[in-house]
Each structure stands twice: as structure tokens, then as C-alpha cells.
């Protein structure tokens, strides 16, 4: 009993860590995204080794800011979602140590199903709008993802999960009833 | 709409018993009682029933009817 605990608390703070470095990251990104639109659009200069450059001189830098920008856009989106998603998932680990089989939980898990979606959208949106760019371009500027079948059997998995918390929550209810 | 009627109320008085001396004769929380007492009950466990009868010496049938809720 005492290790349950210990095992839903040990979650619960790795899951607030893991939330605190996602925020982090998500602020740091949009700073990045931020930088990338004004050189974009011109607006300010980077100093940028031009040794670094070499297989991109052909193409103009105005285009490797805007796969600099997609890239970051993408990623705040991403961690927006995960972000949500943890959160989604440390409310679930703070019930567990009560009553874990309340409609509460099954209504987050859907949640946390709908975001993986989101998440797998937003890779694949990302993935398609980089492979607009020039090769030279992807090779510096890296974002989004293919399909993976691994995540859609994850979104499955937490559907099913959701559906087997809702019942849950249905038995306990009768359990509460019975006498 | 007909539905299990509770008699428990009835059964306490034939027996000059109150609930709570019941709580304790048949080891089911007063809560619980409660619960059963006012039709509040989703369901009842075998072994709370023979509990009930025996406490109050009585068949099932005694403790529960069937036909309409008295509002």
C-alpha cells in the first residue's frame, strides 16, 4: 500500500518537472520563432558563419529563416499539446491515490487521446510543409515527423483505456448503491 | 412503475427494534442501513440479507416487496 503511494507520488513529481522543462522549452521556442520571423522578414540582421553556409548558398537565407520559423512554430505547438497532456495525465495519477474509476478520468484519457491525435496532426503538418523546402534547407532545418503507426496504436490503446475507466466508473457507482 | 419496496421500517417496529441497535446486531454500518431503509439501494448482498433475517428473525420476504413506492 505504502509503495503505491510512493509510486503515484514519484509520478506526480516527475510529471510537474516534466511540465516545468515543456513550459521552458515552449518559451524558449517561441523566442526562437520570434527571431526567425524578423530575419525572415528581414527586419533584423544574423551574424551567421558563412563556413556553415557553404551548401546553402544557392538558396536564399530569407527561406532557411522561414523553415527556421515553420520548425519553430511546430515545436511550440507540440509542446503546447504535451504540456495539456501532462497535465491531463497528473490530474489522473493525484485521483489514483483515492478513487481512480470516476467519469472525471475517463472524460482526461479521451482527452489525452484527442491531444496525441493533435500532436500526431501537427507532425505530419509539419513534415509536409518542410518537404516543400529545398534539400539543401531540410538538411539544416529539421521538423515534424512521417506517420508511425506506433502512435496511432498509442491513441487506440488510450481510447480503449478511456472505455474501460468509463465502466469502471459505472461499477463503482453500483458498488456505492449496494448494501 | 412497480418496483422493490423496502420493509424494513414495518419489521423494526414489529420488533421494538431501532436502526441503530439493528447496525450493531447485524455488523452493517448505520450508514448503510440508511441507505437501505429509505430505498436508496442499488442492491442488496446475499449476506446482508440472511444477516437482517436472522437479526430479526423474519424470511426475505418480509424485508422486501414488490409493487409501487410510497411517495
Known sequence: ?179 | MMEIIVKLDDMLHARRMTLTELAEKVDITLANLSILKTGKAKAIRFSTLASICEALDCQPGDVLGFGEPAE
Open chain 1, 1 to 179: 500500500m505504502a509503495n503505491k503511494h510512493h509510486l503515484f507520488l514519484i509520478t506526480g513529481w516527475a510529471l510537474n518537472a516534466a511540465m516545468l522543462i515543456s513550459l521552458a522549452l515552449t518559451a524558449v521556442l517561441v523566442l526562437a520563432f520570434g527571431v526567425c520571423a524578423l530575419a525572415g522578414a528581414g527586419l533584423i540582421h544574423l551574424p551567421i558563419p558563412l563556413e556553415d553556409l557553404k551548401d546553402i548558398k544557392d538558396v536564399p537565407l530569407t527561406l532557411v529563416f522561414l523553415a527556421g520559423a515553420v520548425a519553430c512554430a511546430s515545436g511550440v505547438f507540440l509542446l503546447a499539446l504535451l504540456t495539456l497532456m501532462l497535465l491531463m495525465t497528473g490530474r489522473i495519477v493525484k485521483s489514483a491515490d483515492q478513487d481512480p474509476f470516476v467519469e472525471d478520468n475517463a472524460r482526461r484519457l479521451m482527452q489525452i487521446g484527442w491531444l496525441l491525435v493533435a500532436m500526431q496532426a501537427v507532425g505530419l503538418g509539419a513534415g509536409m510543409i518542410m518537404a516543400l523546402f529545398p534539400k539543401p534547407v531540410r538538411d539544416h532545418v529539421q521538423a515534424g515527423f512521417d506517420f508511425s503507426p506506433v502512435g496511432l496504436l498509442a491513441v487506440l490503446l488510450i481510447f480503449v483505456l478511456a472505455q474501460i475507466f468509463r465502466r469502471g466508473a459505472q461499477m463503482r457507482d453500483e458498488l456505492e448503491g449496494t448494501v
